[in-house]
């Protein structure tokens, strides 16, 4: 199992930045993706970026591309997420997830392969 806490959130202005993070432990020594997610209200949870334990390559949704970028440190067992150029749509609870798999069986996008998740943590981007 692993265990995840997000934090960062915040409030920031159309056009600024804000830089999230989680903090995994327990099974961290597995084959994994660890992933963001976002939710607004009364809205789909929603695919934002995802990143490989084993050579960091990453997903992103085409909404937050060019704009966030994913990161890990596998020797900290921390993952970040450092959103750039905000808007207000970005406006959600982000969510940290975890997926453990076998061989390459892993689904970057796909909220309900990931079994793991934080607590979320509030962004709101407002003028």
């Known amino acids: 199992q692993v265990q995840l806490v997000e934090s960062g959130g915040g409030l920031a202005r159309p056009g600024g930045s804000l830089r999230l993070s989680c903090a995994a432990s327990?099974?961290?020594?597995?084959?994994?993706?660890m992933g963001w997610f976002r939710q607004a209200p009364g809205k789909e949870r929603e695919f934002v970026a995802s990143i490989l334990k084993v050579n960091h390559f990453a997903y992103y949704a085409d909404s937050v591309k060019g704009r966030f970028t994913i990161s890990r440190d596998n020797a900290r067992n921390t993952l970040s997420l450092q959103m750039n150029s905000l808007k207000p749509q970005d406006t959600a609870v982000y969510y940290c997830?975890?997926?453990?798999?076998?061989?390459?069986?892993?689904?970057?996008?796909?909220?309900?392969?990931?079994?793991?998740w934080g607590q979320g943590t509030q962004v709101t981007v407002s003028s």
């Open positions: 997830a975890a997926q453990l798999y076998a061989g390459e069986m892993y689904f970057p996008m796909r909220p309900d392969k990931y079994p793991y």
């Open positions: 327990g099974d961290t020594d597995s084959k994994n993706i």
